[in-house]
């Protein structure tokens, strides 16, 4: 007995003593936390500083996402026997050039993806990867500043796909008016006098027109954080038929050196690429269609998997 309530002590003091090391422990952490805060803030701001000094500012980050499988008599599913597979990838790329009397602002954005589905039972079936997702973006912004935050500018943007009808359609804005810079991370352009030239074969749905063009672009790096948002509007003056928008965004965490997570999605309103699939393209097309008839759906894309920070 004499020996179990000794064992039952020293048990009860060694749970004691634990709980203290932990609470110990834990007061130790709270404000080493704080002081990591304050040296991120620093370096943040010390950062920001960086940014906004004269001089070419150039990077670029992406995201590679893919996957591959195969089943042989897997007989709860549709397809019993078959290969797929999908990838990815994304690269952001920007060159800035950063003077006391000028900007000079260039961005490419480029997301590419293929798939396949190869049928082990049919012969006559497509078990070539094929292309899924196809953006190209790239654009060149020149401002003349009038005050810190504030600059006349022109802009040129080019938007089109590289691996299926490339230019077809493409489109080619060029405008003129001011740009707003409140932060070094963030640009409004606002061109009121822009010029929307639109490439295609199907000269009856594709128009180019004169209107305004907005674009938003917001780019952050935060310690292992790269993350850009960027947004492109053309308003026509001559129908709002013929008015589109995109807006992509990019996030990339670096888990170890250059190699991270990345996640990318884009969202795109073109009333004129609607009409276009619905009549050409379509598995059932259907000629008779009008802008007035279609539902101009909203398009999306997302792309999950890893990134690497060049």
């Given at each position: 007995m004499k020996k179990l309530l000794l064992t039952a002590m020293a048990f009860l003091v060694l749970v004691v003593a634990s709980a203290q090391t932990e609470e110990e422990l834990k007061a130790q952490i709270a404000p080493k936390k704080d002081s990591i805060a304050a040296i991120q803030g620093r370096v943040n701001a010390l950062q920001a500083q960086l940014d906004a000094l004269p001089g070419w500012?150039?990077?670029?980050?992406?995201?590679?996402?893919?996957?591959?499988?195969?089943?042989?008599?897997?007989?709860?599913?549709?397809?019993?026997?078959?290969?797929?597979g999908n990838i990815g990838f994304t690269v952001n790329a920007f060159a800035n050039l950063q003077e006391e009397k000028f900007f000079w602002r260039n961005a490419a954005n480029l997301n590419l993806a293929w798939v396949k589905l190869d049928d082990k039972d049919d012969p006559t079936d497509d078990d070539s990867f094929r292309q899924a997702t196809d953006v190209f973006n790239i654009s060149s912004l020149y401002g003349r500043k009038l005050s810190e935050h504030?600059?006349?500018?022109?802009?040129?943007?080019?938007?089109?796909?590289?691996l299926s009808?490339?230019?077809?359609?493409?489109?080619?804005?060029?405008?003129?008016?001011?740009?707003?810079?409140?932060?070094?991370?963030?640009?409004v352009v606002m061109h009121p006098l822009?010029?929307?030239?639109?490439?295609?074969?199907?000269?009856?749905?594709?128009?180019?027109?004169?209107?305004?063009?907005?674009?938003?672009d917001y780019t952050k790096q935060i310690g292992a954080v790269s993350f850009k948002s960027n947004l492109s509007m053309f308003q026509s003056y001559k129908s709002s038929d013929?008015?589109?928008?995109?807006?992509?965004?990019?996030?990339?965490?670096?888990?170890?050196?250059?190699?991270?997570?990345?996640?990318d999605f884009g969202l795109r309103n073109n009333k004129q690429e609607t009409l276009n699939y619905i009549?050409?393209?379509?598995?059932?097309?259907?000629?008779?269609?009008?802008?007035?008839?279609?539902?101009?759906?909203?398009?999306?894309?997302?792309?999950?998997?890893?990134?690497?920070?060049?």
């Open positions: 500012k150039i990077g670029a980050f992406g995201t590679i996402g893919g996957s591959l499988s195969q089943f042989n008599n897997w007989f709860a599913q549709g397809i019993p026997n078959n290969s797929s504030f600059a006349i500018s022109a802009l040129t943007e080019y938007r089109t796909t590289l009808n490339f230019n077809d359609p493409g489109y080619l804005d060029l405008g003129v008016g001011g740009t707003w810079t409140p932060i070094p991370d963030l640009i822009n010029y929307n030239f639109v490439f295609s074969k199907e000269d009856t749905i594709f128009e180019s027109s004169m209107g305004a063009k907005i674009v938003a013929l008015s589109n928008w995109t807006w992509t965004n990019s996030f990339s965490y670096t888990l170890w050196k250059m190699i991270g997570v990345g996640f009549v050409n393209r379509a598995p059932t097309p259907d000629p008779a269609a009008t802008f007035d008839t279609i539902d101009n759906e909203l398009q999306t894309y997302w792309t999950l998997g890893l990134s690497y920070k060049f």
